[in-house]
């Protein structure tokens, strides 16, 4: 995992990073919410609804459903 800069607007996520969860385990305790698993869309794209953290998959990685 990846975290954000102030550069970079998501944090991207690769294979061993899925099923993935926001808050994620890089966030500080004081910022947590509810742990909601994220579902990417077609262009690898996921938005928490509690915080607004958007998470990208790396190119190449492939979000397999269950």
Request: charged share 15%; proline share 11%; glycine share 10%.
């Amino acid at each position: 995992m990846t975290q954000a800069t102030s550069n970079a607007s998501a944090i991207e996520l690769d294979g061993k990073d899925l099923p993935a969860y926001c808050p994620n385990p890089a966030m500080p305790a004081w910022s947590s919410h509810p742990r909601v698993f994220l579902e990417f869309s077609h262009g690898g794209e996921a938005k928490c609804p509690y915080c607004g953290t958007v998470y990208r998959l790396k190119p190449g990685t492939v979000a397999h459903g269950h």
